[in-house]
């Protein structure tokens, strides 16, 4: 079973930056597309981000697109996501997540295509 743990959320002011984490266990992971989420109280779950397996394609939602980037590091089997010039309308509950299949070659984008999540990170961009 694989098992996410992500880190690095906390206050910021709008226009700010925070670097976050998620630390995976599991031998299949680096073989795992990985995505980010995002749920602001009241909303639905958002995808924010995603990187194939291989780290060789991204995605970005619209909303977030030339100010967080995503990485990652298979030799520590985590996840990054770097996010520059915040917003209020960032704030929310982050979470990563892994694909459910192994090696695909495009990223998925719902949430349905993900099965292991972690117990998320809150972000609060204050104005």
């Known amino acids: 079973q694989v098992q996410l743990v992500e880190s690095g959320g906390g206050l910021v002011q709008a226009g700010g930056s925070l670097r976050l984490s998620c630390a995976a266990s599991?031998?299949?992971?680096?073989?795992?597309?990985m995505g980010w989420f995002r749920q602001a109280p009241g909303k639905e779950r958002e995808f924010v981000s995603g990187i194939t397996w291989s780290g060789d394609t991204t995605y970005y939602a619209d909303s977030v697109k030339g100010r967080f980037t995503i990485s990652r590091d298979n030799a520590k089997n985590t996840v990054y996501l770097q996010m520059n010039s915040l917003k209020t309308e960032d704030t929310a509950v982050y979470y990563c997540?892994?694909?459910?299949?192994?090696?695909?070659?495009?990223?998925?984008?719902?949430?349905?295509?993900?099965?292991?999540w972690g117990q998320g990170t809150q972000v609060t961009v204050s104005s």
């Open positions: 599991g031998r299949t992971v680096s073989s795992r597309a």
């Open positions: 997540a892994t694909d459910r299949l192994l090696w695909r070659r495009s990223l998925a984008y719902t949430e349905g295509s993900y099965d292991y």
